[in-house]
């Protein structure tokens, strides 16, 4: 059984309700253009409101985080992943969280208790230390040496404001050398693995902490990563998860792994969360707006460095590889069922788009490239309208020479260029919460604080159906 039905079926067994992965692309609320983290979809039941299926949750939770897309290409980074998560809202707090998690580490993944440390709240001049957790985890067996107190690294908020609080952070030493006596969380052999956090606080818009209705459970663990480390191997790419993925692009390289390993990489990782953003049912297509704009940026550069492999971009390789991250995924996601056929055709129709004009683009850019000089706004721009580079693939390409661009002219020209669509601000185009704005973040927030506070004052029924946030105005639209 894989990490993902183990997980969930422990929780079941602990009086936990499996709920339904949220859509990607998150409903009602167009202030953030994707879901990035397993609790999102539940603020507003940690900020109070009732759940439907009670106070025990499990899932996991589809997420797509953009704001790091040129990390992708080492061995860590995804704009796709899985989030494990438990909760509870107002029922369980730190006994038996950490205990559960404890047995399901010990008892289910079998994880030696040896190879585990922790991190805890240190307590600060508002918060005192978490010594419930502390003595907890002493009580299990976890020595002194290996349960290091932080403060920073141990309150957990998602942004500016909102639900938050003291977490304990579990780590599992991947090396294979005999485990340190004690704990030094910046040996990078010690990774962490899940995060349990304890939500009964919330900071308001002033920066002042008060606390919630309900004490709550928020946990979180990657699966990509907690997959590769259980597997034993450094690169989250060399897991069963991706093995097949990256088997098939070998093939159809004709090249290995090793020595093209970015490239793979890049083509696995932009193809997964491509099939993902358009099998969404929200229907999205690539464009140059939104969510649109970041899933035309995903296949183009898959292309790109299919093109780099010498993958023929005119087959159908994108099909083939698509086919294979369906198949994998389609009895855990209906949509990848019910959309199966729209995915293709998106892939297929915005590649056969891109090639049209790739290799004259390509030309256009050696020719501009061959004076070695950095590329300015304009030049990004005419690569841009002219033959559909994404800015990002344009700084990608020229830093490959040890050329820069002006990356900063062309956000102005780009937002100059979209000054009709109004939500394309540059902020949200890096995607999800971390990625916005300030005060954009803060008004998001506070849409999940009024929702809350509207279901608990007025009625239970009471529906977003829309927002629409700018640094100056925040407008919900509310039906009960
Ligand atoms: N919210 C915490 C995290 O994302 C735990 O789920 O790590």
Redesign the pocket.
Known sequence: MNLKDLYINFFISKGHKQIPSAPVVPENDPSVLFNT???QPLVPYLMGAHHPYGKRLCDYQKCVRTNDLDSVGDTTHHTFFE?L?NWSLGDYFKDESISWSFEFLTEVLNIPKNKLAVTVFKGNDKIPMDEVSYNKWLSLGIPKERIVLTEEDNF?I?GEMGPCGP?TEIFYYRSDKEVPTVFDESDENWVEIW???F?EFVKNPDGSISELPNKNV?????VERTTAILEGVNDNYASSIWKDIIELISELSGLPYEGNEKSMRIIADHLRTAVFISADYAGIKPSNTDQGYILRRLIRRAIRHAKKLNIDINSDFESLIAKKILDQYQDYYQELKDNYEVVLEVLRNEKIKFNRTLEKGLKEFNKITSKKEDIDAITAFHLYDTYGFPIELTVEMASELGLKVDEKGFEEKFREHQELSRSASAGKFKGGLAGNGEIETRYHTATHLLNAALKEVVSKDVHQKGSNITAESLLINIQI
Not at 218 to 222: E, L
């Open positions: 983290a397993g609790m989030m998560g957990w998602a977490d995060n349990n956090v939500m928020d946990t979180g663990m990657g």
